[in-house]
């Protein structure tokens, strides 16, 4: 069973602030890395992509791989309420995703 | 943009209906899923299809079966609905690769009564 790990938390963080969220995943073999942001009631929206270790920046999201320790982290700079929802790590495994349960981010003004 | 677009938002359907949850793309995607959502559980893949006519089961098929007839078209089908069944249903869809992420549909908010 392919397994994509996160946090349930959730993650408080004051307005201003970078937040961090971790994903770990059980198979090396993964080459595509993604997350989503899915608001209360809503359906998920892909916001990064990730391929390559190292980092990738866009605008106040950067996104973090290492494959090595099969990792992945979102950072979100400058978090705002409006960032306040769920982030979902989709991993891919052999031209599926699996993603994990999600990490309950909240922006506090 | 990318529009995946499931037919109802709402859906409240009594035990043992047949029940059809609908959904259509309109980018020429080839690949298309669907997922239920359930709180604490995550997404879990229920149907995939990577071409009209194809389609494979994912993680958890069991009392659900697809239909693709139309390369735009992917319908999930709850054979005998159960109220364990009561989800939130999500369609997906992506083209062909894995470098892409999938769109994913509104949603639909099942509950068996």
């Known amino acids: 069973q392919k397994e994509v790990e996160q946090n349930s938390g959730p993650l408080s963080v004051p307005e201003g602030a970078i937040a961090s969220l971790n994903c770990t995943y059980s198979d090396r073999v993964s080459q595509s890395f993604f997350w989503y942001r899915q608001y209360s009631g809503k359906s998920p929206e892909l916001i990064m992509s990730?391929?390559?270790?190292g980092d990738k920046e866009d605008g106040r999201f950067t996104a973090q791989l290492n494959k090595a320790s099969q990792y992945v982290s979102l950072l979100i700079r400058d978090s705002q309420p409006s960032d306040s929802a769920t982030y979902l790590c989709a991993v891919e495994y052999g031209n599926k995703l699996v993603f994990g349960a999600g990490t309950i981010l909240r922006v506090k003004s | 943009d990318v529009k995946v677009t499931q037919s109802s938002r709402y859906l409240v359907k009594r035990t043992g209906e047949k029940v059809f949850l609908e959904c259509v793309q309109d980018?020429?995607?080839?690949?298309m899923f669907w997922y239920r959502q359930d709180p604490g559980l995550g997404l879990r893949l229920i149907y995939f299809s990577y071409d009209v006519k194809m389609k494979e089961k994912g993680d958890i098929p069991e009392g659900y079966s697809v239909s693709r007839e139309k390369k735009e078209r992917f319908s999930l089908i709850l054979e005998s609905a159960s109220t364990n069944q009561t989800s939130m249903y999500l369609c997906a869809s992506s083209p062909s690769g894995t470098n892409y992420g999938y769109t994913f549909g509104s949603g639909t908010r099942l509950t068996v009564v």
């Open positions: 980018m020429d995607h080839e690949n």
């Open positions: 990730i391929y390559s270790n």
